[in-house]
């Protein structure tokens, strides 16, 4: 079995890739309230700062700063999908019922029944989040720059919007006035 050493770097910032578990679903912008209402309270609750986010329909990509002296950037994602698996199946969504999506003409997309691995069913696992997330520790002014871009033109990459702009769910539109950003860059590292 694998074993994953995670840095623990209090008060980094840290760039990350959180994938659901089926590639093809758009369930993040379908209900990307649901997952905005997640991140508010986990936030609240357990405090850090969102440099970067966009929502993508089957992933997002996010820049985050903890507090000092705070590493504990695991357990905020854990609640995070957690929140969000929870509030999907207490609003009885489609895709938790899937007789409901089949009378209603639309995709079952999830079911707790089908495809989850031996693992997955072992842990209590959802099935709709892929079980682990990739982080990288932000080192540098160039390296926060590029991935805080990469955050913005990912729409733009994938054929969702022609200009960062043009996409719903992304923390460009802020970014936008706190970075001075226009289409060549940012200006500058906010101080």
């Known amino acids: 079995m694998s074993s994953y050493l995670r ?19 758009a369930l993040l912008t379908d209900e990307v309230d649901r997952l905005r ?8 609750e357990r405090p850090f700062t969102i440099d970067a986010f966009v929502v993508l ?10 507090p000092e002296g705070d590493c504990e950037y695991s357990e905020r994602w854990g609640a995070i999908k957690t929140r969000f698996t929870r509030s999907l199946r207490d609003a009885c ?3 938790f019922h899937p007789t409901l999506a089949k009378a209603a003409g639309k995709p079952v997309e999830w079911n707790p029944t ?11 696992d959802s099935g709709i989040w892929q079980r682990r997330f990739w982080e990288h520790h932000i080192r540098n002014d160039d390296e926060y720059r590029a ?6 033109l990912n729409p733009v990459k994938h054929g969702l919007a022609e200009h960062p702009l043009s996409w719903p769910y992304s923390s460009a ?12 860059g940012m200006k500058s590292h906010p101080t």
């Not at 840095?7 to 679903?25: E, Y």
């Not at 991935?147 to 913005?152: D, I, Q, S």
């Not at 539109?173 to 060549?184: K, L, P, S």
Request: proline share 6%; glycine share 8%.
């Open 57 to 66: 329909p089957d992933h997002l990509h996010c820049v985050w700063t903890l």
């Open 37 to 44: 209402q997640a991140v508010a309270v986990t936030q609240r």
């Open 114 to 124: 089908l495809r989850r691995s031996a693992s997955k069913m072992a842990k209590g």
């Open 93 to 95: 969504r489609v895709g």
């Open 147 to 152: 991935l805080v871009e990469y955050c913005w």
């Open 173 to 184: 539109h802020r970014d936008q006035r706190r970075f001075g950003w226009q289409e060549g």
């Open 7 to 25: 840095p623990r770097v209090p008060g980094a910032t840290i760039f990350f890739t959180v994938r659901l578990d089926q590639p093809s679903s």
